[in-house]
C-alpha cells in the first residue's frame, strides 16, 4: 500500500505505513552516502525529539498551536524520546543540504504519529503539518544544530561513564603492582628503577588529567542558537518565541541550556563542535601512547620485555602455533587513529563556514556522534578483556633491575658522576652487575649499599647521609 505525497519537486509514493514522508524518500534517494544512518545514533534521534517538544511548548504558549496538535505533537515527541519509532529515521548521516533532510524527517515522523495520535491517516497533514506545526517558528538552521548540541552532551554523559571506568581499572592495577620493582625507560633505553604500579597510576593520571579538558568541552553544547530560524535574525518567529524555547528545552533535559547571546553568530559557528573533537583527538593520543606500552611493555614471552602478561583473547596466527597477540590495545590504537582523523574532518569542515551558514555540518556532527561512539566501545573492551586482567612477571622485573647498569643513577648522589660513569663503563663492557663491582672496588659497604638501593629509596626522593669509603 501507498499513499501520494507532494512538496516543491512534485509527487513521490511513500509507503502507507510509514511515519516518514515524501522529503525523507527524497533524502534516502539523493544521499546514498555511507553506512552511517540516523537512526543508528539514539542519543541525536532523541535530541532531534527534544527540540521539536521545546518547540511546540513555545508555539503552544504563543497560541500558535492548538492544544489538541500540542498534545498530538507532544506525545510523538516523547514516544521517540523513549525509543519508540526509530526505524522511521532511515536518512544518512551525511548530507548535502546543511541538515535539512535530517530535519524534516524529524518533522515529517511527528507529524505523522501525531495525526495518529488525533484519529487521522499518515498524509492529512491539514491537521498536523510537519512544516507549518512541528517546524513553527523554525529554521533547519537553528533547529538542526540545536539538536545536534543536546545529541552530543547526552553523548557526552555516557561517554564519561565509561572513560572513568577505565580511569578506575588502571588505577586498580596501580595498587596492585605498587610493590613490584621494575626498570623505568626513557628513549628505549634503561633509566632508573620505579615500581610497576608507578607506572600504571601514570597511565590512570594521564587519562584523569583529561576529565576537565572534556568536560569543559562539551558545556559549550549547552549553548544553543533556537529561535534563530534562517540566518539568525528570527524571521517568521513571534517575539519571547527564542527564551520560551530554550525555557522549556531546560526543564525537558534538566540542563542548563541556554540561549546564544548572538544568533546570527551562533548559526554559523560550529567551534563547539570543533571543540569537543579536539578534545577526543587528545584524548586519542594519551589512548595511543598507553596501549602502545602495554603492547611493548608485555612483549615476547620469551624475546620481549615480558613485564607483564595481557589476557590471552584469541590465537594470533593461523600459521604459528602458541601464537598470541596483543589485539585488545592494536584496536584501541586503531580507534585512536580514527578519532584523530575524524578531528581533521571536523576542522576541515568547520572553516567552510559560508556567510551565515555552514553547510558542513552533518560530516561533522557525524564524526562528532562516531568518535564518541567508538571510544565508549574501546574503553569497555580494553578495560573488560584486558586491563583487569593483566596479571604481572614480578621475577622478570627483578632480573632487569638486577642485570641494569641503569640503578648507577641512584649511586650518583652519593658517590659522584665520575665514579657513576666508571661503574657504568664498567658494567656494561664486562657484564658484571653494578651491585657487585661497587662492592668489587669497595666504594661503598654493603650496608650502605643496600640502603641506596633499596626499593623505598629508589622510587621517590630521599635524603641519605652516606659517605662513599673512596
Same mark, same amino acid.
Request: aromatic share 6%.
Given at each position: ?42 542519543? #541525536? ?26 498534545? /498530538? ?23 548535502? $543540504? ?5 530535519? =524534516?524527517?524529524?518533522?515529517?515522523? !511527528? ?15 491539514? +491537521? ?24 552530543? +552532551? ?39 628503577? =620505579? ?36 540566518? $539568525? ?6 517575539? $519571547? ?34 571543540? +569537543? ?59 585512536? +587513529? ?16 559560508? =556567510?551565515?551558514?555552514?553547510? =558542513? ?7 562528532? #556522534?562516531?568518535? /564518541? ?16 586482567? !593483566? ?27 665520575? %665514579? ?36 623505598? %629509596?629508589? !622510587? ?11
Amino acid at each position: 500500500m501507498k499513499r501520494i505525497e507532494s512538496d516543491l519537486i512534485g509527487s513521490m509514493e511513500v509507503p502507507a505505513e510509514a511515519l516518514y514522508g515524501v522529503q525523507t524518500l527524497r533524502g534516502i534517494e539523493n544521499f546514498p552516502i555511507s553506512c552511517f544512518h540516523l537512526c543508528d545514533y539514539p542519543l #541525536f534521534v532523541n535530541a532531534l525529539a527534544v527540540t521539536k517538544l521545546g518547540a511546540a511548548v513555545a508555539n503552544h504558549q504563543l497560541g500558535l498551536l492548538t492544544d489538541e496538535q500540542y498534545n /498530538a505533537i507532544a506525545q510523538a515527541c516523547r514516544e521517540i524520546m523513549e525509543g519508540q519509532h526509530h526505524d522511521q529515521f532511515p536518512v544518512d548521516m551525511i548530507q548535502g $543540504g546543511a541538515g535539512t533532510t535530517t530535519n =524534516m524527517n524529524a518533522n515529517e515522523v !511527528i507529524a505523522n504519529r501525531a495525526l495518529q495520535i488525533m484519529g487521522h491517516q499518515p498524509g492529512e497533514y491539514q +491537521y498536523c503539518s510537519p512544516n507549518d506545526h512541528v517546524n513553527c517558528s523554525q529554521s533547519t538552521n537553528d533547529a538542526y544544530p540545536t539538536a545536534i548540541h543536546i545529541g552530543l +552532551y547526552a553523548t557526552h554523559i555516557e561517554f564519561m561513564k565509561h572513560f572513568e571506568l577505565l580511569i578506575q581499572a588502571f588505577e586498580a592495577k596501580a595498587v596492585e603492582f605498587a610493590d613490584i620493582l621494575k626498570m623505568g625507560r626513557t628513549q628505549l633505553e634503561d633509566a632508573v628503577p =620505579m615500581t610497576l604500579g608507578q607506572t600504571f597510576g601514570a597511565f590512570a593520571s594521564i587519562l584523569r588529567d583529561e576529565v576537565r579538558n572534556i568536560n569543559f568541552a562539551a558545556e559549550e553544547f549547552l549553548t544553543v542558537n533556537m529561535g534563530a530560524t534562517a540566518i $539568525g535574525t528570527g524571521i517568521c518567529s513571534e517575539p $519571547g518565541y527564542a527564551e520560551k524555547c530554550v525555557a522549556a528545552l531546560r526543564e525537558i533535559t534538566g540542563w542548563d541550556v541556554k540561549l546564544a547571546g548572538n544568533l546570527v553568530a551562533a548559526t554559523s559557528d560550529t567551534s563547539c563542535m570543533v571543540g +569537543y573533537s579536539s578534545a577526543l583527538r587528545r584524548l586519542a593520543t594519551k589512548m595511543n601512547k598507553i596501549c602502545n606500552d602495554l603492547r611493548l611493555l608485555a612483549s615476547g614471552p620469551r624475546c620481549g620485555f615480558h613485564e607483564f602478561d595481557l589476557p590471552a583473547r584469541q590465537p594470533g596466527s593461523s600459521i604459528m602455533p602458541g601464537k598470541v597477540n596483543p589485539v585488545i590495545p592494536e584496536v584501541m590504537n586503531q580507534i585512536s +587513529y580514527k578519532v584523530i582523523g575524524n578531528d581533521l574532518c571536523v576542522a576541515m569542515s568547520s572553516e567552510e563556514a559560508q =556567510m551565515e551558514l555552514n553547510a =558542513m555540518e552533518p560530516v561533522m556532527a557525524q564524526c562528532c #556522534f562516531e568518535s /564518541a561512539a567508538i571510544m565508549m566501545n574501546g574503553f569497555d573492551t580494553l578495560r573488560v578483556n584486558c586491563v583487569d586482567g !593483566i596479571t604481572a612477571n614480578p621475577e622478570q622485573c627483578r632480573e632487569y633491575i638486577h642485570k641494569s647498569f641503569g640503578v648507577v643513577t641512584a649511586l650518583n648522589p652519593v658517590i659522584g658522576y665520575k %665514579n657513576s660513569t666508571k661503574i657504568a663503563k664498567e658494567a656494561m663492557a664486562t657484564g658484571k652487575s653494578v651491585y657487585d663491582l661497587v662492592l668489587e672496588h669497595g666504594i661503598l659497604s654493603k650496608e650502605d649499599l643496600d640502603t641506596i638501593l633499596s626499593p623505598e %629509596n629508589m !622510587i621517590h626522593p630521599v635524603k641519605l647521609d652516606i659517605k662513599p669509603l673512596k
